[in-house]
């Protein structure tokens, strides 16, 4: 009997304490900005090597979630990846040539995020799954004007961001930690050499190739939400 009695006396304490703070389901806007470096993999060892193995990148993410309770939130996001992807000092024999190549794409993605403590600093954890969607790129060369058109395509992504969580105030929440994110894609290059059409007269002389990657990379990621 004593035993019904706590029991009956921990709930009855538990849901007074509800009812004091109760919880609202609630929609939060959450900022994020990322900055890592990588590396790749070739899906397949028969392929051209179109890139020099590390790159550099920065996220730039809005997401929205749907707080489902205190610890659990669902939601979908979208952003900006700047992947700079070759920088490279080449000897062409009497000279050095300077060359960089940038990708830039857009994620659209689903993320969940849970805490799991509910207290003002907890730890985190934010998978997410979705599509690099390639919309721009930029390659840069000091001397020559070739690769001209190389660049990362669209692809497969998954990503996964843990951390602490802070809570500030009323709604506001501050997110920081590392962050780990793949991305499978093709690197599509399009070869031209002016000094062949020089020499060859021959204008617009071009070669085509593609090269599919696994690319990895981990970095830290800071997020501030309301």
Same mark, same amino acid.
């Given at each position: 009997?004593?035993?019904?009695?706590?029991? #009956?006396?921990?709930?009855?304490?538990?849901?007074?304490?509800?009812?004091?703070?109760?919880?609202?389901?609630?929609?939060? /806007?959450?900022?994020?900005?990322?900055?890592?470096?990588?590396? !790749?993999?070739?899906?397949?060892?028969?392929? !051209?090597?179109?890139?020099? @193995?590390?790159?550099?990148?920065?996220?730039?993410?809005?997401?929205?979630?749907?707080?489902?309770?205190?610890?659990?939130?669902?939601?979908?996001?979208?952003?900006?990846?700047? %992947?700079?992807?070759?920088?490279?000092?080449?000897?062409?024999?009497?000279?050095?040539?300077?060359?960089?190549?940038?990708?830039?794409?857009?994620?659209?993605?689903?993320?969940?995020?849970?805490?799991?403590?509910?207290?003002?600093?907890?730890? *985190?954890?934010?998978?997410?799954?979705?599509?690099?969607?390639?919309?721009?790129?930029?390659?840069? &060369?000091?001397?020559?004007?070739?690769?001209?058109?190389? /660049?990362?395509?669209?692809?497969?992504?998954?990503? %996964? /961001?843990?951390?602490? &969580?802070?809570? *500030?105030?009323?709604?506001?929440?501050?997110?920081?930690?590392?962050?780990?994110?793949?991305?499978? #894609? #093709?690197?599509?290059?399009?070869?031209?050499?002016?000094?062949?059409?020089?020499?060859?007269? %021959?204008?617009?002389?071009?070669?085509?190739?593609?090269?599919?990657? /696994?690319?990895?990379?981990? @970095?830290?990621? %800071? @997020?501030?939400? *309301?």
């Amino acid at each position: 009997m004593r035993y019904i009695l706590l029991i #009956t006396m921990l709930l009855s304490l538990n849901w007074a304490s509800a009812q004091e703070n109760p919880f609202n389901p609630h929609y939060s /806007h959450n900022f994020q900005f990322g900055f890592g470096f990588g590396g !790749e993999t070739k899906a397949s060892t028969n392929q !051209e090597d179109l890139m020099d @193995g590390t790159f550099m990148a920065l996220h730039f993410d809005y997401v929205g979630l749907y707080h489902l309770n205190p610890k659990v939130a669902l939601g979908a996001g979208t952003g900006l990846r700047h %992947v700079i992807w070759d920088l490279a000092l080449s000897d062409q024999g009497d000279y050095y040539d300077a060359s960089l190549a940038q990708s830039f794409l857009i994620p659209v993605y689903a993320q969940a995020r849970f805490r799991f403590l509910d207290k003002k600093v907890s730890p *985190f954890v934010s998978p997410a799954l979705g599509y690099n969607i390639y919309v721009g790129s930029s390659n840069e &060369s000091l001397y020559d004007d070739d690769n001209d058109g190389r /660049h990362l395509g669209s692809g497969f992504m998954g990503n %996964v /961001h843990a951390g602490v &969580s802070v809570r *500030f105030g009323r709604g506001i929440q501050l997110v920081a930690g590392p962050y780990f994110d793949y991305f499978n #894609t #093709t690197v599509k290059n399009k070869y031209s050499d002016p000094l062949a059409n020089t020499l060859e007269g %021959v204008s617009g002389r071009q070669s085509n190739g593609s090269s599919d990657f /696994h690319l990895f990379q981990g @970095g830290l990621k %800071v @997020g501030l939400s *309301f």
